[in-house]
């Protein structure tokens, strides 16, 4: 079967080549893959020399085309999306039957292949702010305000209104002001830019860019507030006057959040609010995998406000 894979040390770093049908375990389904979607991780920080060569993409969606043998999952021919450590730029892919969440017929495959890695991280990091703070309300999130750095990518449009469906007012902060109108239509109370005057104080901070920019964030800080450290897209490195921090924002919490698992009903709860129109995917470019290295250039680039999703055809 066709696939696209990243070479680290191959220039250029992606190409098609022919693999090995998917040799699935008795517990995995073999989908027949018909979009996954590109994420900055997966070239951006590929560095040549390390060594690394693998069929690229964590997350898809497609249609059963084996059942997993051991009876689990879904049957031949049910819709579905993923995440996958297993390699989703592929026509057919082998995924654990615990990971394949049903597509409602609303939901397009761009759509489901754009929400698995970005919705599972956004819904995840929220939901720790729920855990962190059981005594505030029902979520920890209704009526506080929610500050998310690096609102236009993918992770950060949708913690946008996973935050704002919670009941929370949300600032985003971005660094580029001309390709931010649509934020205020996912719900966003103010969008800022990174470099302006700030006058806010906030209880929940969605990082996803790190570097000088979370500092600001850090002293807008209100008392028992929480900062979720998702991404680091700056490349750059925080200091953090704890000292500082205890006498504005007594019992504040950082959570150094990464999403380990791949979460089904997670995905189905993301899925089944885009059916009812509740959650917009933020897909900013799509096209055919042959155009793959054009996408990957421009998401390497960051020329993509939100996602890059490829379409496959079917074999
Ligand atoms: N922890 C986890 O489990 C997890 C999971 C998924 C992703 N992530 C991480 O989360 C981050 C976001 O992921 P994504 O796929 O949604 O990314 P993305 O779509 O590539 O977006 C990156 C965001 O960061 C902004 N940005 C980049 N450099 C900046 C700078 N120097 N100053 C201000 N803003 C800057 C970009 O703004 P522009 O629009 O202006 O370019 C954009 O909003 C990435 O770092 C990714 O590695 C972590």
């Known amino acids: 079967m ?3 894979q990243l070479a680290s040390d191959s220039v250029p770093m992606l190409s098609f080549v022919d693999v090995a049908e998917p040799a699935p375990q008795p517990n995995e389904a073999v989908i027949s893959v018909c979009a996954a979607s590109i994420n900055y991780g997966d070239a951006g920080y590929l560095e040549p020399g390390a060594g690394i060569v693998k069929i690229g993409g964590y997350d898809g969606s497609g249609v059963v085309l084996r059942a997993a043998v051991d009876g689990s999952g879904p049957g031949v021919g049910t819709r579905v ?3 996958t450590p297993n390699g989703t730029w592929a026509e057919r892919c082998a ?7 049903e597509l409602p017929a609303s939901v397009s495959f761009v759509d489901a292949a754009a929400l698995p890695a970005a919705g599972l991280t956004a819904l995840g990091a929220l939901d720790e702010v729920a855990r962190g703070s059981r005594s505030d309300g029902p979520d920890g999130l209704d009526g506080r305000h929610v500050t998310v750095l690096g609102a236009t990518s993918g992770v950060g449009q949708l913690a946008v209104q996973l935050a704002v469906l919670r009941g929370a007012s949300v600032t985003a902060v971005v660094r580029d002001l001309t390709r931010t109108e649509h934020l205020a239509e996912l719900g966003a ?3 800022v830019g990174a470099d302006d005057e700030w006058a806010f104080g906030t209880d929940v901070v969605v ?5 000088p920019l979370l500092e600001r964030a850090v002293s807008t800080l209100r008392p028992r507030a929480h900062v979720l450290a ?6 750059r490195a925080s200091t953090i006057d704890f000292e500082q921090l205890r006498r504005n924002a007594p019992g504040s919490r950082f959570v150094a959040y990464t999403r380990t698992d791949t979460s089904a009903p997670d995905l189905e709860r993301l899925l089944g609010l885009v059916e009812d129109g509740a959650l917009v995917v ?14 990957l250039q421009l998401v390497s680039e960051r020329r993509v406000v939100g996602k ?7 074999a």
């Open 2 to 4: 066709r696939a696209l």
């Open 81 to 83: 999306a993923f995440l």
């Open 95 to 101: 995924v654990r039957s615990s990971d394949l969440a």
């Open 189 to 191: 109370s103010e969008t």
């Open 207 to 211: 990082d996803l860019v790190g570097g």
């Open 230 to 235: 998702i991404g680091n897209a700056s490349h």
């Open 282 to 295: 933020p897909v900013g470019w799509s096209g055919s995998w042959e155009d793959a290295a054009t996408a």
């Open 308 to 314: 890059a999703v490829l379409e496959i055809p079917t």
